[in-house]
Nanobody, 113 residues
Framework: QVQLVESGGGLVQPGGSLRLSCVAS????????MDWYRQAPGKQRESIALITPDSNTLYADSVKGRFTISRDNAKNTVYLQMNSLKPDDTAVYYC???????WGQGTQVTVSS
């Protein structure tokens, strides 16, 4: 089991930026694929970004070119840099470990003027 704790959400104006962080417990983080999901009100949870242990990345079309996933193995942390935010990006954002099925508690991102 992996414990995941997200932070960095908040209220931002359209066109603004936020960086989310997810700190993972356990010594095996560097060997673990991690991903970010989001869930908007009334919608299903969707996968938006993934990073492999050797930092290969994959993005959903909806965020490609605007969001960047990265990791710092020394800090057991995965990041999601979000730029050019739009109101449609408003959602609860979750950190996830596909290998264990563990989820973070989620962090709210609201994009509004």
């Amino acid at each position: 089991q992996v414990q995941l704790v997200e932070s960095g959400g908040g209220l931002v104006q359209p066109g603004g930026s936020l960086r989310l962080s997810c700190v993972a417990s356990g010594p095996s983080f560097r060997f673990t694929t991690m991903d970010w999901y989001r869930q908007a009100p009334g919608k299903q949870r969707e996968s938006i970004a993934l990073i492999t242990p050797d930092s290969n990345t994959l993005y959903a079309d909806s965020v490609k070119g605007r969001f960047t996933i990265s990791r710092d193995n020394a800090k057991n942390t995965v990041y999601l840099q979000m730029n050019s935010l739009k109101p449609d990006d408003t959602a609860v954002y979750y950190c996830h470990c596909p290998q264990t099925g563990d989820w973070g508690q989620g962090t709210q991102v609201t994009v509004s003027s």
